[in-house]
């Protein structure tokens, strides 16, 4: 049974452009919620997506945008990349009745230079 | 809002000895808590969690918590440390997402 993957492990983009990370939630799972985690910080609530919705959502700007298919895969977009946008985002999965276990993906590291 | 706070930044400890990481919560009905374990790049894995019920709750790995709600508390225990436990800790309080804490480096010398 796999777990929750991330991709890409690693990415390097330039001030101002654009990336999109993905996330594949654990097999069964319908609710991906995305983090952000800056260097020696605790990761920080982007938001939540069920039923390909956005449910819930932290204190990111809109840049900070997402989606979720059919397949309850999701993914991050980021636009107009600011220096500050360098960490790690963190994607987990749970069960729509169960958002209190969530279970965590490796994560993707963004170097924004 | 419901927050958690961790008031040590690092911690060492020697292999064998015993290891307590302290975390704060603020939280008014019942919280939902959580201790997760971060290893270098790596995501995150639960250690353990609390819901309600007993107050000293068992995790993986060894590990340990008790929850006080006279203390707002929820420190995580084991009783002897192995190199391997040297890694980042978070605690977390749960509504509809999770809030964590700055987190604690355990660094672990032989």
């Known amino acids: 049974d796999a777990g929750v993957t991330q991709s890409p492990t690693h990415l390097i983009k330039t001030r101002g452009q654009q990336v999109t990370l993905r996330c594949s939630p654990k097999?069964?799972?319908?609710?991906v919620s995305w983090y952000q985690q800056a260097l020696g910080q605790g990761p920080q609530f982007i938001f939540q997506?069920?039923?390909?919705?956005?449910?819930q959502r932290g204190n990111f700007p809109d840049r900070f945008s997402g989606h979720q298919f059919p397949n309850y895969s999701s993914e991050l977009n980021v636009n107009a990349l600011l220096l500050g946008d360098s960490a790690l985002y963190l994607c987990?999965?749970?069960?729509?009745?169960?958002?209190?276990?969530?279970?965590f993906g490796p994560g993707t590291r963004l170097t924004v230079l | 809002a419901q927050s958690v706070t961790q008031p040590d930044i690092h911690i060492t400890v020697s292999e064998g000895a015993s290891l307590e990481l302290r975390c704060n919560y603020s939280?008014?009905?019942?919280?939902?808590l959580f201790w997760y374990v971060q290893s270098p790049g790596q995501g995150l894995q639960l250690l353990l969690k609390?819901?309600?019920?007993?107050?000293l709750v068992q995790g993986i790995k060894g590990f340990e918590a008790e929850f006080k709600r006279s203390q707002s508390s929820f420190n995580l225990r084991k009783p002897s440390v192995h190199w391997s436990d040297a890694a980042e800790y978070f605690c977390?309080?749960?509504?509809?997402?999770?809030?964590f804490g700055a987190g604690t480096t355990v660094t672990v010398r032989a």
């Open positions: 097999s069964g799972h319908d609710t």
């Open positions: 609390y819901f309600s019920g007993d107050t």
């Open positions: 939280y008014g009905a019942t919280p939902y």
């Open positions: 987990a999965s749970s069960l729509a009745a169960r958002v209190d276990e969530q279970f």
């Open positions: 997506y069920y039923e390909e919705e956005e449910r």
């Open positions: 977390a309080v749960n509504d509809y997402k999770l809030s």
